[in-house]
């Protein structure tokens, strides 16, 4: 298992112990069980039940199979006090996941971003963020704490563009 992001680890120490987590599009729970490892109440979410499964039985995580793209989305508004999004970009939902925020909640986003092809996959632009996306994304709904973008070489080269905020709105409701 692949230890949890760089990123995720620096900002996630800003989480109050005991809040409310959603680890979004969790994969193998890498993040889910580094955050429930500080005493936070950790929602895995993801579409694949075989990688959800192995998170059965560690506490303070709870898991949801779902589909994140289609369907009905699993949640309402102002759920957590915390959104953790790590290699998982899906456009469509973008405003959807800020709403998933309460007032004050912390925003941890971390995918790729254009230039990656090079580096192998993810390469289809479906998949990658333009130059300043998040950034731009955020400045609508929140207050950034801190923003990279750019060229990474650990834990493999790749182009990666990053985010850590603080809702600081109130959204309108989403249909």
Same mark, same amino acid.
């Given at each position: ?6 990123? !995720? &680890? ?5 989480? +109050? $112990?005991?809040?409310? *987590?959603?680890? @979004?599009?969790?994969? =193998? %729970? ?53 959104? !953790? &999004? ?5 456009? +469509? $939902?973008?405003?959807? *996941?800020?709403? @998933?925020?309460?007032? =004050? %909640? ?66 309108? *409701?989403?249909?």
């Amino acid at each position: 298992m692949q230890d949890a992001s760089d990123w !995720v &680890v620096r900002f996630g120490a800003l989480i +109050p $112990r005991g809040a409310d *987590v959603l680890d @979004l599009a969790c994969g =193998g %729970g890498r993040h889910a069980r580094w955050l429930a490892g500080r005493d936070l109440n950790v929602l895995a979410a993801d579409r694949d039940a075989a990688a959800l499964a192995t998170l059965d039985g560690q506490p303070r995580i709870r898991t949801l199979c779902a589909d994140l793209e289609g369907g009905d989305w699993p949640w309402g508004e102002a759920c957590f006090d915390a959104v !953790v &999004v790590t290699r998982y970009l899906f456009r +469509p $939902r973008l405003d959807r *996941v800020a709403a @998933l925020l309460k007032p =004050g %909640g912390l925003l941890i986003y971390e995918t790729f971003m254009d230039g990656n092809a090079r580096f192998g996959k993810p390469s289809n632009p479906d998949f990658l963020l333009r130059p300043h996306e998040l950034l731009d994304w955020v400045r609508g709904w929140g207050s950034v704490i801190a923003f990279e973008q750019g060229e990474i070489a650990r834990p493999a080269p790749a182009m990666i563009q990053r985010i850590c905020a603080v809702r600081s709105d109130v959204l309108p *409701v989403l249909n």
